[in-house]
């Protein structure tokens, strides 16, 4: 966000979540607004997020904010720097490993509640159809964005709210991970086809198959993802 035109599209992205910030007045509320400019790549690592700004795109006071930011300090997206203020943070290969390990379990565990339910299945295919879109419009944004949905119509069979709202900090914080991979396109169109392929399972109603295609699927990608921090 240092650059001015970013700087712009955030805070008008903010401005359109504004009525639903002022009307529950929370900052709670006010971080999963930040927390979902990570997830749709408009804060990337390094970002510095202006305070006065930002508390004036949300329509919120500057301690709300604080707290806002504080909560996302806690779930490791944002970080507090001495004279740099608070910015977007950088993940580690610690922070890949532990978060593939929480994603195996969740993931694969949600396939085997969820036992592909129909209402779910439409949105992992739509997420498939939408990264191939990606894939032939050259766009990586749209290819990266699409295996985000994917995933999180994964966990959503699993009928568990508290499950989704830990989906989301996880999916947050793998955005941040992806912006170090260099090319999103060239990263995620391996998987696009195999996101296909563990739909084709579900909808076989081939559910063991699918956990353990997911299981080996987050592996691939967390090995695929360390050589590019190494």
Same mark, same amino acid.
């Given at each position: 966000? =240092? %650059? !001015? ?9 903010? =401005? ?18 930040? #927390?979902?400019?990570?997830?749709? !790549? $408009?804060?990337?690592? &390094? ?6 700004? /930002? ?7 500057? %301690? ?18 001495? %004279? ?5 943070? *950088?993940? *580690? ?14 993931? *694969?565990?949600?396939?085997?509640? !969820? ?24 766009? &990586? ?12 119509? /994964? ?25 170090? +991979? ?7 169109? #391996?998987?696009?086809? $195999? %996101? ?6 579900? +909808? ?11 299981? *080996? ?14």
């Amino acid at each position: 966000m =240092e %650059n !001015g035109s970013d700087l712009v599209e955030v805070l008008g992205a903010l =401005e359109a979540a504004r009525p639903d910030v002022v009307r529950t007045s929370s900052a709670e509320r006010a971080a999963a607004v930040l #927390r979902a400019q990570v997830d749709e !790549g $408009r804060l990337r690592s &390094g970002a510095r997020l202006p305070e006065e700004a /930002i508390a004036r795109a949300l329509g919120i006071s500057r %301690n709300t904010l604080r707290e806002a930011l504080s909560q996302l300090v806690s779930e490791r997206i944002v970080v507090r720097v001495p %004279n740099r203020g608070v910015l977007i943070r *950088t993940p *580690t290969a610690d922070d890949v490993r532990d978060v593939y390990r929480a994603r195996r379990v969740i993931e *694969t565990g949600a396939i085997r509640v !969820g036992q592909g339910a129909e209402e779910f299945l439409a949105a992992m295919r739509a997420a498939v159809s939408e990264g191939r879109d990606g894939l032939a419009n050259a766009d &990586g944004d749209a290819v990266a964005s699409a295996n985000q949905h994917f995933h999180r119509a /994964i966990v959503a069979q699993a009928r568990s709210s508290r499950l989704d709202v830990e989906m989301d900090l996880l999916l947050a914080e793998m955005r941040l991970v992806f912006f170090r +991979t260099g090319s999103a396109r060239e990263f995620h169109s #391996r998987y696009v086809e $195999r %996101n296909g392929e563990i739909v084709e399972l579900l +909808t076989g109603g081939e559910i063991e198959s699918a956990a353990d295609a997911m299981d *080996t699927y987050l592996h691939d990608a967390e090995q695929h993802l360390l050589t590019q921090f190494d």
